[in-house]
């Protein structure tokens, strides 16, 4: 059973950090990988999805990588902002034609200014 | 551009009592899912559907049901709520189940928080 884990549950750093968001998952036999932000009370904001067969996606300050083998994936924030403030959420998509997304608990990152 | 447009927004729910949380997307997508999140927890799947008239369970799928007639629109029904439904629930979408980032992208909406008391 795929299980996905997000360390650290929470994370506060001062504005202008670069930092760097783990995600790891048990079955490497996935299809596609998913980075979601999350504000208060709001749904789920897709940031960037990354194939298998990718090993990074950038979109503007955020890039995520893939090491499918060892079962990670990080989410790289150049220059932190205090709008950065959310929960980041990984999830994995399986190799079957469901589209089902497995999700980890998220981190929860607090940017001070 | 609406998207995922869940209603409604905010419900109590005495035990016992039914409800429908209603689910609509204007993108085509064939593919929808329900997922229920707990407070600290990530988000788990109760059921999905590749196209209209095509459901499945999810990881936790007890007391809920779902149908699925329009590509448009995908309802869940709580029967007999009880005071494990209490959470948010977040209704999603994708164009398909594989294929490129355009095709497995998931798009959700702004979530339904239940209480039931």
């Known amino acids: 059973k795929q299980e996905v884990t997000q360390i650290p549950a929470a994370l506060s750093v001062p504005e202008g950090e670069n930092l760097v968001l783990n995600c790891s998952f048990t079955?490497?036999?996935?299809?596609?990988l998913q980075w979601f932000r999350q504000d208060p009370g709001k749904g789920l904001t897709s940031l960037l999805l990354?194939?298998?067969?990718?090993r990074e996606q950038t979109s503007g300050r955020l890039n995520a990588s893939l090491d499918k083998s060892s079962g990670r994936s990080t989410l790289y924030i150049a220059a932190s902002q205090p709008g950065d403030s959310a929960t980041y959420l990984c999830a994995v998509r399986g190799s079957s034609n469901t589209g089902k997304l497995i999700f980890g608990q998220g981190t929860t990152l607090q940017v001070k200014p | 551009n609406a998207g995922v447009t869940q209603t409604p927004k905010f419900r109590i729910l005495k035990i016992g009592q039914s409800m429908t949380l209603q689910c609509a997307q204007d993108m085509n997508h064939n593919y929808m899912y329900w997922y229920r999140q707990d407070p600290g927890m990530g988000l788990k799947l109760i059921y999905y559907?590749?196209?209209?008239?095509?459901?499945d369970k999810g990881e936790v799928p007890n007391g809920y049901n779902v149908s699925r007639s329009t590509t448009e629109d995908f309802p869940l029904r709580l029967e007999l709520a009880a005071p494990s439904q209490t959470s948010v629930y977040f209704c999603?979408?994708?164009?398909?189940?594989?294929?490129?980032?355009?095709?497995?992208?998931?798009?959700f909406g702004q979530g339904t928080r239940l209480t039931v008391v």
């Open positions: 559907s590749v196209g209209a008239g095509i459901t």
């Open positions: 999603a979408s994708s164009l398909s189940g594989q294929g490129g980032w355009r095709s497995t992208e998931a798009f």
């Open positions: 990354i194939q298998s067969s990718q």
């Open positions: 079955d490497s036999a996935i299809y596609n």
